[in-house]
């Protein structure tokens, strides 16, 4: 069975603000019964993630299967991955890139996604990342998205679509949509800091984003109430 058989959706869900959006996006798109969501465990630092995404979907009410893949961990150099690294402000010199980037992460994210959803009829990947307001990953572009589509098309014999609500969003217009589809109350369960703090630090380029986007759009963040 090829992908694109139904109208089902398989959301990539990381438990940060963005890939939650995204999450109720498909839910409002689709249908509860027609959404599940999968969770990569890639190593990373923080394993709070993990845990915020489960919480995150069963909030919703969505199955939410954890994936490993710890190779990225195995390749280190970066901040997300390797705790010897401190979390820099701003980009690296040479490469113009933050030190938090992981090199083909969401590339290898939306790649085993898609082989997940080939085996089981799924048609729609969901994908939070956003080129808009986004950290300068260049795997968050949209040209990068829909080459990659075009890609796992042909090489999977199917007829998947990557979806990206958020691409062209600002932090301030994702917290609106998070609003106006019902995921506000899911944020108290969300992770966003790079310090993988609870309460969050506050002062990582990940909070900074976060905070920003709450107080442009007049509301409150859940997750520091929550706190």
Known sequence: MTAGDRNTALV???????????LYWAIDRFGLDAVSTITFDYGQRHRIELECARRVAEFAGVDNLVLPIDTFAA???????????????????????PNTFVPGRNLVFLTFAAAFAWQRGIGHLVTGVAQTDYSGYPD????TMTALQHTLRL????DIT???PLMHLSKKETVELARDLGGLPAMAHTHTCYEGQRPPCGVCPACVLRARGFAEAGI????????
């Open 140 to 143: 968050c572009r949209e040209g």
């Open 220 to 227: 409150e963040d859940p997750l520091l109430v929550a706190q």
């Open 155 to 158: 090489g999977m014999e199917s």
């Open 162 to 164: 990557i979806h990206t």
């Open 12 to 22: 990539v869900l990381s438990g940060g603000q963005d890939s939650t959006t995204c």
């Open 75 to 97: 390749l280190g150099g970066d901040a997300l991955t390797d705790p010897d690294i401190d979390v820099a402000q701003g980009v690296d010199e040479t490469s113009g890139l």
